[in-house]
């Protein structure tokens, strides 16, 4: 779709994106620009028509979700100073956390690649954000302090 749009080759579905011609007896000056950008800039009342309602929300919530799993993976940078703290870590072992929780992602991350590719990508991203939501609502009750 992008590619037809790119080399300015009209499609059936963009009947509606053409520039229609100049009107008999009228000049207009060439505008190479517009031309050249009348596949590639849609209006926008053709593109809310043609959107997908099911699949923007899909793509919507897989940005969420994608949001969160970034941060995720920049809480344990964010807090290592109070992490240290409360287990009177060293650097090295600081470093050490942080190794680990980045190696884990390494290894996971071909992993359910190589599963997502071969069974249902819906029910192993809904088992992983419930696993994920599950260990974090408990990671939130955990505490090295008697008195928390």
């Given at each position: ?8 080759r ?5 009947e ?31 593109w ?47 470093g ?15 992993l ?6 071969r ?9 992983g ?6 260990f974090?609502?408990?990671g ?5 302090r008697p008195?928390?």
């Amino acid at each position: 779709m992008a590619a037809a749009r790119l080399a300015g080759r009209a499609r059936a579905e963009d009947e509606d994106l053409l520039v229609p011609p100049p009107s008999p007896g009228r000049e207009e000056p060439i505008n190479t620009t517009r031309d050249a950008n009348r596949f590639m800039f849609p209006s926008i009342t053709s593109w809310w028509r043609h959107l997908n309602k099911g699949k923007a929300v899909t793509v919507i919530v897989l940005v969420y979700v994608n949001l969160i799993n970034y941060m995720d993976r920049l809480t344990i940078a964010g807090i290592l100073d109070d992490v240290k703290k409360e287990f009177n870590a060293n650097n090295a072992m600081g470093g050490l956390l942080q190794t680990a929780f980045i190696v884990s992602y390494m290894i996971f991350a071909p992993l359910f690649g190589y599963l997502g590719d071969r069974y249902s990508r819906k029910a192993i991203m809904a088992a992983g954000v419930f696993l994920w939501s599950i260990f974090t609502l408990i990671g939130s009750f955990m505490s090295g302090r008697p008195e928390h």
